[in-house]
């Protein structure tokens, strides 16, 4: 049973920087595919990004491209959100998801992932 803890969120003033960890313990971590989405009071949860197990390849939501990065360390079993250039609208709970998932299908949606973290909060005021 894979778990997932994440950690790093807080309160940031707009244009400031947050990164965010996700811990993996249980299971292979190098095997899954890890992501993040976000959830903001009275919406669905959405998609941010995803490091997919293949070495290398990552891919954003569009709202998250050139600001955000992705990134996983195989060897410590945590997966990493930069985030830069925050806006109010960023503001959600975060939650880092892991799944396994074959290629060439991408896991775009909250649906196709088995292992959630418990979430940790952004905040970001204008």
């Known amino acids: 049973q894979v778990q997932l803890v994440e950690s790093g969120g807080g309160p940031v003033q707009a244009g400031g920087s947050l990164r965010l960890s996700c811990a993996a313990s249980?299971?292979?971590?190098?095997?899954?595919?890890l992501a993040w989405f976000r959830q903001a009071p009275g919406k669905e949860r959405e998609f941010v990004a995803v490091s997919r197990r293949s070495a290398g390849s990552m891919l954003y939501a569009d709202f998250a491209k050139g600001r955000f990065t992705i990134s996983r360390d195989n060897a410590k079993n945590t997966v990493y959100l930069q985030m830069n250039s925050l806006k109010p609208e960023d503001t959600a709970l975060y939650y880092c998801a892991g799944a396994l998932i074959t290629a060439p299908v991408i896991g775009r949606s909250p649906a196709q992932y088995r292992y959630w973290g418990q979430g940790t909060q952004v905040t970001v005021s204008s």
């Open positions: 249980g299971g292979t971590f190098s095997i899954y595919d």
